[in-house]
Antibody, heavy 120, light 108 residues
Framework: QITLKESGPALLKPTQTLTLTCSFS??????????VGWIRQPPGKALEWLAL???????RYSPFLESRLSVTKDNFNNEVVLTLTDMDPVDTATYYC????????????WGPGILVTVSS | EVVLTQSPGTLSLSPGESATLSCRAS???????LAWYQQKPGQAPRLLIS???NRAAGIPSRFSGSGSGTNFALTISRLEPEDFAMYFC?????????FGQGTKLEIK
């Protein structure tokens, strides 16, 4: 059974850096074709794709946030970490960690999400 | 970036009716790598369709996807009460993925 879970701070102040950890089980991110990504959703709004890291270490970032985003993986501990710098109230959202097991599949597994609020 | 435009924004139908949701891409989606998700309030999205037309495991046969190039559709036949939710399309054929803005399917 594949599970993912996001962890990190619920509240940040403007200009602070957000660090979120996705802890997963039931698959290995060293298996060919697999990927773990990050999606966010501001309250009442649409999903926004943020970043993706593949089994081979390749990374992809949203062009709108690329200068502020970083994603890394730890195959030994089955974790993927997202860092988003210079947080602003507009970054308030539920952040989801997702997994796709093959390049031709959508995100078949999602974490429950974590609500991150940015406020002074 | 491939921009996905979903229509309509809101669709009001009754249980038992059929629904057709549209997703249009700003450029051709490579290898029809387009997915559909259902999201209910307070829940994470759930994958319905991958590769434009392939149902994910456990998804009822009343959900079907179609399309290619820049035009895609999700059809839900014989709507059940639990089908009223938000639906998002997602393209993953380009290096940078993207989502549509969503269609809300509500009970009429």
């Amino acid at each position: 059974q594949i599970t993912l879970k996001e962890s990190g701070p619920a509240l940040l102040k403007p200009t602070q850096t957000l660090t979120l950890t996705c802890s997963f089980s039931g698959f290995s991110l060293s298996t060919s074709g697999g990927s773990v990504g990050w999606i966010r959703q501001p309250p009442g709004k649409a999903l926004e794709w943020l970043a993706l890291i593949y089994w081979d270490g390749e990374k992809r970032y949203s062009p709108f946030l690329e200068s502020r985003l970083s994603v890394t993986k730890d195959n030994f501990n089955n974790e993927v970490v997202l860092t988003l710098t210079d947080m602003d109230p507009v970054d308030t959202a539920t952040y989801y960690c997702v997994h796709s097991s093959e390049l031709w599949l959508g995100y078949g597994h999602w974490g429950p999400g974590i609500l991150v609020t940015v406020s002074s | 970036e491939v921009v996905l435009t979903q229509s309509p924004g809101t669709l009001s139908l009754s249980p038992g009716e059929s629904a057709t949701l549209s997703c249009r891409a700003s450029e051709s989606v490579t290898s029809t790598l387009l997915a559909w998700y259902q999201q209910k309030p307070g829940q994470a999205p759930r994958l319905l369709i991958s590769g434009a037309s392939n149902r994910a495991a456990g998804i009822p046969s009343r959900f079907s996807g179609s399309g290619s190039g820049t035009n895609f559709a999700l059809t839900i036949s014989r709507l059940e009460p639990e089908d009223f939710a938000m639906y998002f399309c997602h393209q993953y054929g380009s290096l940078l993925h993207s989502f549509g803005q969503g269609t809300k399917l509500e009970i009429k």
